[in-house]
Protein backbone atom coordinates (compact mmCIF):
# COMPACT_ATOMS: atom_id res chain seq x y z
CA UNK A 1 0.00 0.00 0.00
CA UNK A 2 3.04 2.60 0.84
CA UNK A 3 5.78 1.15 -0.94
CA UNK A 4 7.68 4.92 -0.74
CA UNK A 5 6.73 6.86 2.18
CA UNK A 6 8.34 10.76 2.24
CA UNK A 7 8.86 11.27 5.60
CA UNK A 8 9.60 15.47 5.78
CA UNK A 9 12.24 16.57 8.56
CA UNK A 10 12.58 20.09 10.16
CA UNK A 11 15.44 18.96 12.14
CA UNK A 12 13.56 19.91 15.20
CA UNK A 13 12.68 17.61 18.23
CA UNK A 14 9.19 17.46 16.87
CA UNK A 15 10.74 15.20 13.95
CA UNK A 16 10.71 12.50 16.81
CA UNK A 17 7.12 12.12 16.30
CA UNK A 18 7.03 10.93 13.01
CA UNK A 19 10.37 9.28 12.77
CA UNK A 20 8.47 6.58 15.61
CA UNK A 21 5.38 6.16 14.03
CA UNK A 22 6.99 5.95 10.80
CA UNK A 23 9.17 3.12 11.45
CA UNK A 24 6.47 0.85 12.96
CA UNK A 25 4.53 1.83 9.78
CA UNK A 26 7.08 0.84 7.16
CA UNK A 27 8.15 -2.24 8.85
CA UNK A 28 4.35 -3.14 8.42
CA UNK A 29 4.43 -1.94 4.74
CA UNK A 30 7.77 -3.38 4.07
CA UNK A 31 7.97 0.57 2.50
CA UNK A 32 11.24 2.31 1.61
CA UNK A 33 11.61 5.78 3.45
CA UNK A 34 12.51 9.12 1.84
CA UNK A 35 13.57 11.71 4.47
CA UNK A 36 13.58 15.11 3.23
CA UNK A 37 14.75 18.37 4.48
CA UNK A 38 14.23 21.71 3.01
CA UNK A 39 16.85 24.08 4.31
CA UNK A 40 15.12 27.72 4.03
CA UNK A 41 17.85 29.89 5.78
CA UNK A 42 19.12 32.62 3.66
CA UNK A 43 22.36 31.06 2.16
CA UNK A 44 19.76 28.06 0.79
CA UNK A 45 17.24 30.72 -0.81
CA UNK A 46 19.65 32.63 -2.16
CA UNK A 47 22.58 30.07 -3.70
CA UNK A 48 20.28 26.52 -3.70
CA UNK A 49 21.98 23.48 -3.82
CA UNK A 50 25.43 25.60 -4.13
CA UNK A 51 24.78 27.17 -0.79
CA UNK A 52 28.05 26.90 1.61
CA UNK A 53 26.77 27.67 5.27
CA UNK A 54 27.00 26.13 8.63
CA UNK A 55 22.99 25.71 8.45
CA UNK A 56 23.46 23.57 5.24
CA UNK A 57 26.00 21.36 7.10
CA UNK A 58 24.21 20.45 10.19
CA UNK A 59 21.06 19.94 7.74
CA UNK A 60 22.97 17.24 5.79
CA UNK A 61 24.79 16.25 8.86
CA UNK A 62 21.05 15.75 10.41
CA UNK A 63 19.81 13.66 7.32
CA UNK A 64 22.65 11.00 7.40
CA UNK A 65 21.68 10.38 11.16
CA UNK A 66 18.33 9.90 11.03
CA UNK A 67 18.74 8.11 7.26
CA UNK A 68 21.45 5.39 9.40
CA UNK A 69 18.99 5.02 12.24
CA UNK A 70 16.66 3.80 9.95
CA UNK A 71 18.70 1.78 8.11
CA UNK A 72 19.96 0.61 11.59
CA UNK A 73 16.39 -0.99 12.45
CA UNK A 74 16.54 -2.73 9.13
CA UNK A 75 14.31 -0.31 6.92
CA UNK A 76 15.41 0.91 3.55
CA UNK A 77 16.25 4.73 3.56
CA UNK A 78 17.55 7.89 1.77
CA UNK A 79 17.57 11.05 2.28
CA UNK A 80 17.54 14.56 0.02
CA UNK A 81 17.98 17.55 0.51
CA UNK A 82 16.10 20.73 -0.41
CA UNK A 83 16.45 24.71 -0.79
CA UNK A 84 13.51 26.97 -0.71
CA UNK A 85 10.21 27.25 0.69
CA UNK A 86 9.36 24.50 2.57
CA UNK A 87 5.85 23.85 1.46
CA UNK A 88 6.88 24.17 -2.54
CA UNK A 89 9.57 22.01 -2.10
CA UNK A 90 8.00 19.97 -0.89
CA UNK A 91 5.32 19.47 -3.19
CA UNK A 92 7.67 19.36 -6.07
CA UNK A 93 9.38 16.88 -4.67
CA UNK A 94 5.97 14.58 -4.54
CA UNK A 95 5.06 15.94 -8.30
CA UNK A 96 8.71 15.34 -9.48
CA UNK A 97 9.35 12.11 -7.93
CA UNK A 98 6.49 10.50 -6.66
CA UNK A 99 5.57 8.45 -3.27
CA UNK A 100 2.64 6.88 -1.83
CA UNK A 101 2.34 8.89 1.07
CA UNK A 102 3.51 12.19 3.19
CA UNK A 103 4.45 12.03 6.74
CA UNK A 104 4.94 14.92 8.78
CA UNK A 105 4.92 16.31 11.98
CA UNK A 106 3.14 19.05 13.27
CA UNK A 107 3.88 22.37 15.96
CA UNK A 108 0.33 22.37 16.32
CA UNK A 109 0.33 26.26 16.37
CA UNK A 110 -2.41 28.48 16.42
CA UNK A 111 -3.39 32.02 14.65
CA UNK A 112 -1.01 33.87 15.64
CA UNK A 113 1.90 31.02 15.76
CA UNK A 114 0.32 30.35 11.76
CA UNK A 115 0.54 33.63 10.90
CA UNK A 116 4.18 34.27 11.95
CA UNK A 117 5.73 30.98 11.22
CA UNK A 118 3.72 29.66 8.50
CA UNK A 119 1.74 27.10 7.48
CA UNK A 120 3.63 24.23 6.00
CA UNK A 121 1.46 20.76 6.47
CA UNK A 122 -1.76 22.73 5.39
CA UNK A 123 -0.32 23.88 2.00
CA UNK A 124 1.40 20.65 1.57
CA UNK A 125 -1.90 18.79 2.68
CA UNK A 126 -4.07 20.57 0.01
CA UNK A 127 -1.63 20.73 -2.99
CA UNK A 128 -0.29 17.21 -3.00
CA UNK A 129 -2.71 14.22 -4.29
CA UNK A 130 -1.35 11.14 -2.35
CA UNK A 131 -1.98 10.81 1.56
CA UNK A 132 -1.03 13.05 3.67
CA UNK A 133 -0.39 11.62 7.44
CA UNK A 134 -0.05 14.51 9.40
CA UNK A 135 1.11 13.56 13.30
CA UNK A 136 1.34 16.32 15.99
CA UNK A 137 4.15 16.30 18.21
CA UNK A 138 3.94 16.92 21.92
Partial sequence: ??????????????????????????????????LLHVADGWAARMYG??????????????LEKVQAEFQSEGLPAESALAFGDPASEIIKWVQ????????????????????????TAPRV???VRVPVLLLRAK
Fill in 125 to 127: QHS
Fill in 96 to 119: DKGCDLVAMSTHGHRFMNDLLRGT
Fill in 49 to 62: PDAVSPEVTEDKAY
Fill in 1 to 34: MYNKILVTLDTTPTDRAIIEHIKVLAKIMHSKIV
